[in-house]
């Protein structure tokens, strides 16, 4: 079972994530904002999925937190210039809302496999550093 950290201020949208990402097999913990997810370990986790507008920082903040783990990030508010930007905070993906359902697993699923052939990748670069003389 793959864990996820959502970090979702809006309780219509926490609950809706909630039983999708549950009924998709995603062990979940849900939070409000920023300064809960840092008490969660956020590089403990698979995957994050964070609302880019919250209460106190935005979303984007999680990310240098979660370090190597895959931040995808969503808003309602989406334009060009801000996905943008949360890319180049060093989001793994951006989401506008309102999204598929379908669409956001997708993403969610690319995410986690980008980032496990990353890993798979360095494993092996440093298993042939060790083997060069």
Known sequence: MRRLLLIEDEEI???ALTRLLERNR??????GDIAAAEAMAPDSFDIVLADLRLPGRDGTA????????PVVVMTSHASVRSAVE??????????AKPFDQDELLLVLERALSRNRLSARNL???????????
Do not use: F, Q, T
């Open 123 to 133: 494993a092996l670069e440093r298993d042939i550093a060790r083997a060069e003389p």
């Open 62 to 69: 999680i990310i240098p937190l979660a370090n190597p783990v």
């Open 86 to 95: 949360v890319m180049r905070a060093g989001a793994s993906d951006y989401i």
């Open 13 to 15: 949208i926490l609950k």
């Open 26 to 31: 995603y062990e979940l913990v849900a939070v």
